[in-house]
């Protein structure tokens, strides 16, 4: 059966300071992963990662995924207010994404 | 551009009801998808459609049907409702299938009493 777990399942920071979110899995035929962010609705894309060990960037965030060892990582640095949301991973197979529960992450002033 | 339309935004049913969950999508896309989230986790696959005229069951199919007979429309059927079912429905859609260029509604919070 396929598995997603994030983790930790929720944080609470302070502006500036760096989170890292974690997401592993085991989900057959996977093809690639992707971080979404929720805030209040539906989940809006952040990455899609394929390869392994390749570094996505975009600003004040980073990913990372590792084939062999079945996980990804989801950095932001510098956290907002604005950051705060709930952060899914999925990884997909052919059809399906397969969604984790999510890290829910608190950036307070 | 409109996106992907979602009605209703809220509902509450009785157990024992049935409704019909609306999505459209007015981007040309060929697969659609609805999805549910219970509070606290991620979303789980009903049903989704790679076309007009042809669905398929997702992870979570059971309890609900749907049906593709335009590119555009892509209902979710309920039928005798069951606490079970209450939470919130996200369609989406995309375009080829990939899951980079997905496009999803603003969701349906349903409330089974």
């Known amino acids: 059966e396929d598995k997603v777990v994030q983790s930790p399942l929720s944080l609470v920071v302070h502006e500036g300071d760096t989170v890292t979110l974690n997401c592993s899995y085991e989900?057959?035929?996977?093809?690639?992963l992707l971080w979404y962010k929720q805030e209040k609705k539906a989940p809006t894309f952040l990455f899609m990662l394929t390869s392994s060990g390749i570094e996505k960037k975009s600003g004040r965030l980073s990913s990372i995924l590792d084939k062999k060892e079945l996980f990804s990582i989801l950095n932001i640095t510098a956290t907002q207010t604005g950051d705060s949301a709930v952060y899914l991973c999925?990884?997909?197979?052919?059809?399906?994404?397969?969604f984790g529960a999510g890290t829910r992450l608190t950036v307070k002033p | 551009n409109a996106g992907v339309t979602q009605t209703p935004k809220f509902r509450i049913l009785k157990i024992g009801q049935s409704m019909t969950l609306q999505c459209a999508q007015d981007?040309?896309?060929?697969?659609m998808y609805w999805y549910r989230q219970d509070p606290g986790m991620g979303l789980k696959l009903i049903y989704y459609?790679?076309?007009?005229?042809?669905?398929d069951k997702g992870e979570v199919p059971n309890g609900y049907n749907v049906s593709r007979s335009t590119t555009e429309d892509f209902p979710l059927r309920l039928e005798l409702a069951a606490p079970s079912q209450t939470s919130v429905y996200f369609c989406?859609?995309?375009?080829?299938?990939?899951?980079?260029?997905?496009?999803f509604g603003s969701g349906t919070r349903l409330t089974v009493v």
């Open positions: 999925a990884p997909y197979n052919n059809n399906d994404m397969r």
């Open positions: 989900v057959t035929n996977f093809r690639s």
């Open positions: 981007m040309n896309h060929n697969y």
């Open positions: 459609s790679v076309g007009a005229g042809i669905t």
């Open positions: 989406a859609s995309s375009y080829g299938g990939g899951p980079k260029g997905y496009t």
